[in-house]
């Protein structure tokens, strides 16, 4: 088998030089059985202890392990050339901006970071072609410490700003002055605009945010979030949660989010969100917040399978996947809401979904997607005719900017797999786009020998999974190829194409990069999401074995040069996959991943994620749970892939103890010697924020995987 003829020499001399046993067993006092009863049935779980991250020997641990796993990733050949490449595919004099966002009276404000710098630093320019002015960063404040969020308010004279250290999501909220650049005395600890954001009231005077319970233990933080209404000269009241409402739907779990988008609003609008395509959605006068009275009226229910919508007068206009799988957008009344029977704006189309709604002066613009990789614009008008709006190069992604519907502004960012971010305004008298660059681009990456394809491929149950190729023109399909291929698959999210130094990194030295769309996601409509999810789970890591099975048919690769690469959610996908057909693989790399599931609702943010995996309360939930559970899918004696499982010890979404059990088990029940490698980061969380440490995180994914599928450059001499 190609994973131990091109591995165990290294292995060995690795692992025996690091002073570990022949199956990498852990230290025997982290082995402790403990059982739990589940509906009658009996769950024992050997590894326990090492959930409890208060224990001092549990992060010894965590750290020992760390520091083998870096010797190992250090010593693999040739990866100086993957970090060599990536710079040069970012460009070393390269400017990298995100997080554009506009106010009415034309103020840019947005990310900046060079390839020289850690964090991104905040700036803004007084038009498009303004001087650029530096506001804010990272040598401002302490040290580890880095913007996570902003927004301005609506006239561009104050920014919501907040600090984030060594990746934890719990924030503290500033506002800074953007005359004098310097931050007003308000200190807001404990809040988390990663989720629903913060806003500005319509007067700027106050801002509002979601704070999360004051408690050292994060594990109940999460629990009765509120939104909170906080004048910027007054005393904070809350304005949208279980508690301060109790007429509203709302269960301890949820997160209440309030937002607002137009200074002109009459309303604001709160949704019961978590982790959840779909959710309730209320609304309330701005009066009624001002003179704190907690009115809210119901606007729409889950089951109406709301994804967005925006405000036009008396009415609301909405994307819905109710009686249409593959969305449709619709219009009711706002006082009277009838989505049984509703005015049809534009119906559900059969081969792309609608994936995006704004409102201009001009009319309603919105924007499509096929398989979660082409996509196109449309522009509805005054007179209600129809017309897409031809985009300077191929769209494998589109992102939509508009100033509300007093306006005629509209841009537009498109990405592809081959084509880095390029930024574009409409010209509505020219009726054409335009480039309209916050940065200057001072680099190019020669993609001109690459090629893409996009592919529909059988499934296990016949259905047609998509599937994106990326390599060079001159790779041959004779079974000698290495692959790194990616899926996620949960919460109705799509993996849309992106230029990224990591895909283009791989393809450079060779390899083929895959991207499995499988379900669970929203690539192809609700009907896609619904079968990955819960009792359909299972479809998604089949899916990805499916592609894998496909990519050795048609001599791509074969058996043992495929490694699988997942995050987050998407490490069900790619733990099952790798406990249900380990004969395929050669590697699996998991970051951040849910991979005990049967106790991920014991943790963090558990309880929330229950809505989209189940519950163990529930007998039949239960049974979904078990079988997403990569961690009781390990067998002992069974010969896995060489695993890279990674983890960020500030991780608030998905506690590190999942990544930490999974490899603890897989390295003493694995058969053979192929190296099972934890490596738990102390300076990051979810997400790897500070460039650096993508470069790292990135380099370890890509020579790991080179190694482990067997490509020459790549091996012990």
Request: proline content about 4%.
């Amino acid at each position: 088998m190609l994973r131990k003829k091109f591995r165990y020499v290294f292995v060995l001399i690795f692992i025996v030089s690091l002073g570990c046993k022949d199956k990498q067993s852990i230290n025997k006092k982290f082995i402790g059985t403990t059982s739990n009863n589940y509906h009658g049935q009996i769950i024992f779980d050997e590894y326990r202890k090492l959930e409890n991250l208060k224990d001092s020997s549990v992060i010894k641990w965590f750290k020992n392990q760390s520091v083998r796993s870096n010797k190992i990733l250090e010593n693999i050949p040739n990866s100086p050339q993957l970090v060599s490449l990536q710079k040069e595919i970012l460009g070393t004099q390269n400017e990298f901006v995100s997080n554009v966002l506009i106010t009415k009276n034309n103020k840019f404000f947005y990310f900046k970071r060079l390839s020289t710098q850690k964090f991104s630093d905040l700036y803004y320019k007084n038009g498009l072609n303004g001087e650029e002015t530096y506001l804010f960063g990272s040598s401002d404040i302490e040290k580890d410490f880095y913007i996570s969020y902003f927004r301005p308010d609506w006239n561009g004279n104050k920014v919501i700003i907040a600090f984030s250290k060594n990746g934890d999501e719990f924030s503290e909220l500033r506002v800074l002055d953007v005359k004098s650049k310097t931050l007003l005395p308000l200190k807001i600890s404990n809040c988390l605009p990663s989720y629903g954001g913060a806003y500005w009231s319509p007067n700027s005077e106050a801002i509002l945010y979601n704070k999360v319970r004051n408690t050292k233990d994060k594990k109940d933080a999460y629990m009765d979030m509120e939104f909170i209404y906080h004048p910027l000269n007054s005393s904070p009241r809350k304005m949208f949660s279980r508690i301060n409402n109790p007429d509203i739907e709302m269960k301890p779990v949820d997160i209440p989010i309030v937002y607002i988008e137009d200074p002109d609003e009459k309303f604001f609008f709160g949704a019961v969100a978590g982790a959840t395509i779909y959710q309730d959605y209320y609304y309330t006068s701005i009066e009624n917040i001002e003179n704190n009275k907690k009115e809210w009226k119901k606007l729409f229910s889950k089951k109406d399978k709301v994804t967005s919508f925006v405000r036009d007068k008396d009415s609301v206009i909405y994307i819905s996947s109710l009686n249409a799988s593959n969305f449709q957008i619709c219009k009711t009344s706002l006082s009277s809401p009838d989505t049984n029977n509703p005015r049809i704006i534009v119906p559900m189309k059969k081969n792309e979904i609608i994936r995006s709604l704004r409102l201009i002066k001009e009319g309603i613009v919105y924007t499509t997607i096929k398989n979660g990789v082409e996509a196109k614009i449309f522009l509805i008008d005054s007179l209600n005719k129809t017309k897409e709006l031809t985009i300077p190069v191929k769209a494998g992604n589109i992102s939509v900017q508009t100033k509300g519907k007093k306006y005629n502004y509209l841009s537009i960012i498109v990405e592809g797999w081959l084509s880095d971010r390029k930024r574009y305004e409409y010209d509505f008298e020219e009726k054409k786009f335009k480039k309209a660059e916050i940065s200057k681009i001072s680099s190019y990456y020669n993609t001109d020998d690459f090629e893409v394809k996009e592919l529909e491929i059988p499934s296990h149950d016949g259905n047609s999974v998509p599937l994106s190729l990326i390599y060079k023109k001159s790779v041959e399909l004779n079974s000698h190829n290495s692959v790194l291929m990616i899926a996620y698959g949960a919460y109705g999210v799509s993996i849309t194409p992106s230029f990224s130094e990591k895909i283009l990194t791989w393809v450079s030295e060779g390899g083929v990069f895959a991207v499995s769309h499988v379900r669970g996601g929203r690539e192809k409509g609700d009907l896609w999401y619904k079968n990955g999810f819960k009792n359909t789970k299972a479809n998604s890591w089949k899916d990805l074995i499916s592609s894998a099975e496909y990519l050795i048919e048609k001599k791509y690769t074969s058996e043992g040069r495929i490694a699988i690469n997942g995050a987050s959610a998407g490490a069900i996908t790619i733990g099952r996959a790798m406990t249900e057909r380990p004969d395929l693989f050669g590697a699996s790399i998991i970051d951040v991943g849910f991979l005990n599931m049967i106790r991920a609702e014991t943790g963090y943010n558990g309880k929330n994620n229950t809505k989209e995996f189940g519950t163990v309360e529930n007998k039949e939930e239960f049974q979904y749970l078990m079988e997403m559970d990569s961690y009781y899918h390990i067998e002992k004696g069974k010969e896995y892939p060489a695993s890279l499982i990674t983890s960020g010890i500030n991780d608030s979404r998905v506690p590190p103890w999942h990544s930490a059990k999974f490899a603890a088990k897989l390295q003493d029940f694995s058969e053979n010697k192929t190296p099972i490698l934890l490596k738990i980061d102390f300076d990051t969380g979810h997400s790897n924020t500070a460039s650096d440490k993508r470069l790292e995180s990135v380099t370890n994914v890509l020579s790991f995987a080179f190694w482990q599928t067997g490509h020459p450059d790549y091996q012990p001499k």
